[in-house]
């Protein structure tokens, strides 16, 4: 997790005025305006930080307006305005921008414009000033309340990966945000339990997942396989974003679950109807009564969302659920659902890389791959000052130790190093043990090949399990790759426990 903290510059004023028709109406051109304009424009006139917004619309849609076509949810366009039972940000933002639902739905300009109003609406019921609006933290539970969660324990799972997308920076459709320090501030939300924590509310039938119930509306009490064989796994893609998914889940209205749920940038799982009981995910009775389903964070429109970590960790619980129950592990019995008899979705869709999916499930040959783990305990791989103390105190750490360190003005770098067996791209990921204590922004600085790049962590939580901090380009040769700074702005122990390297 990412945070940082970060002033806006001042916005000229001549930029915005060709922007603008009289009476101060937003003036849409005749084409879709380029998506950094677009978010620029709308920052300004509703006063919303650019990064935060550009974050939140990429954690949604990874900026995909998707054709006007609605999510599961029934939410539109990159910003993901929605018009459901339970939420209506969708009329609110019509309310507040006085421009046609229509075009809010299908046109991104306009849809950035709305979701950016309906953000300061929120921001404005917390009673943010001018001033504590330039601050990018101060924004969080106006940014938790646009998720339309249905929990707190979701609006925070909502939140946290808006921020760590801030934190990790991104590039998308011409639009890019820089790796920076946020210091967010959950308030009422520090309280909310976290779900990206291994250690609280683990599922029931997969261990390595957490567990958060579906709404008992949208599935059925059973008890397989005593009363039903389960003989499929069902592979789904959610359109829609992964708290979001889960929060609908949990709404009576949707009518619709899955057994799990799988997130797209570190194959994080949430179980929410247990393996013995009936999901209605494939839109046909038959099959939701002997299947497994699996829904996949993501549109199928968009291969983006299909991550190498979310392949690996789905194949996984796939794999899992195969030898549990006896499937074989084949395409036969592993299926997507536009396979299903009678389905009308096309899920997963082209982008869906069968092979390598199936390859992950049979363990069978796959391209080239390459992983190092290196503790800081690793003999001769990890170096750091005699400022850096050791600890075994959190059960979450890797190994038998962590380090820890209070933060200065300077850098004091604890190093990773590791031997990069050929030049190219690799994902590093790094482990840590959570603690309310610990370090809200910690600077992870990786040796790339074209210099260094720092990634900001938030290490309050989402520790005991390894995070993606990135793919980055590396060098051949032995050296330091990966190391942690005491230079932060952030407040706690920053903390240096281990670092997963891999091809």
Not at 24 to 41: I, S, T, V
Not at 150 to 169: K, N, Q, T
């Amino acid at each position: 997790m990412t945070f940082a903290r970060t002033r806006l510059a001042a916005l000229v004023a001549t930029a915005l005025a060709a922007l603008l028709v009289t009476g101060g109406q937003p003036a849409m051109a005749a084409k879709e305006a380029p998506l950094p304009a677009a978010f620029d424009r709308a920052a300004a006139e509703h006063d919303v930080p650019r990064d935060l917004l550009v974050a939140l619309g990429y954690a949604e849609t990874h900026l995909d307006g998707h054709d006007g076509k609605p999510s599961a949810s029934n939410g539109y366009g990159l910003m993901h305005l929605v018009s459901n039972p339970a939420a209506h940000t969708l009329e609110k933002a019509a309310e507040l921008t006085k421009l046609p639902v229509g075009k809010l739905r299908a046109d991104d300009e306009a849809n950035i414009l709305g979701g950016a109003a309906v953000l300061r609406s929120y921001a404005d019921e917390l009673g943010l000033d001018e001033a504590a609006r330039k601050d990018a933290g101060r924004w969080y539970q106006a940014v938790a309340k646009y998720g339309n969660a249905s929990s707190p324990e979701l609006a925070r799972l909502y939140a946290d990966a808006v921020y760590e997308l801030l934190g990790l920076g991104l590039e998308a459709r011409g639009v890019t945000v820089k790796p920076q320090e946020v210091t967010a501030d959950r308030g009422a939300y520090a309280k909310a339990r976290d779900l990206s924590a291994q250690a609280e509310a683990l599922s029931p039938d997969y261990p390595p997942a957490s567990w958060v119930a579906a709404s008992s509306s949208n599935y059925t009490v059973s008890s397989r396989e005593s009363s039903y064989a389960i003989d499929r796994v069902v592979i789904h893609v959610t359109q829609g974003s992964y708290a979001g998914t889960i929060s609908w889940f949990q709404n009576p209205s949707a009518q619709v679950s899955a057994h799990y749920v799988v997130k797209s940038s570190n194959g994080a799982i949430t179980q929410m109807v247990r393996d013995k009981d009936i999901a209605w995910h494939a839109g046909n009775w038959t099959y939701n009564t002997r299947s497994i389903g699996i829904e996949h964070e993501g549109f199928v429109s968009d291969a983006s969302w299909f991550t190498d970590a979310m392949y690996r960790a789905s194949a996984a619980l796939t794999r899992y659920v195969c030898d549990k129950y006896g499937i074989p592990k084949d395409r036969t019995h592993i299926i997507g659902h536009n396979q299903v008899p009678g389905a009308t979705h096309t899920d997963p869709g082209s982008h869906w890389n069968w092979t390598t999916y199936m390859n992950y499930v049979t363990g069978g040959t796959t391209p080239p791959a390459w992983t190092t783990t290196v503790d800081n305990a690793t003999a001769g791989q990890f170096t750091a000052s005699a400022n850096w103390g050791t600890s075994s105190y959190s059960s979450q750490r890797n190994g038998a130790d962590y380090r820890f360190a209070t933060p200065v003005s300077s850098s004091d770098v604890a190093w990773f190093q590791a031997d990069i067996p050929s030049a190219g791209t690799y994902k590093v990921e790094v482990w840590y043990p959570a603690d309310p204590g610990y370090n809200s922004s910690a600077p992870y600085i990786v040796a790339t090949s074209s210099g260094n790049q720092t990634v900001y962590v938030d290490q309050r939580s989402g520790g005991g399990a390894w995070r993606t901090i990135g793919s980055f380009s590396l060098a051949a040769g032995t050296q330091n790759v990966v190391g942690v700074s005491r230079w932060t702005a952030g407040t706690g122990y920053v903390i240096a426990d281990a670092v997963r390297i891999s091809r």
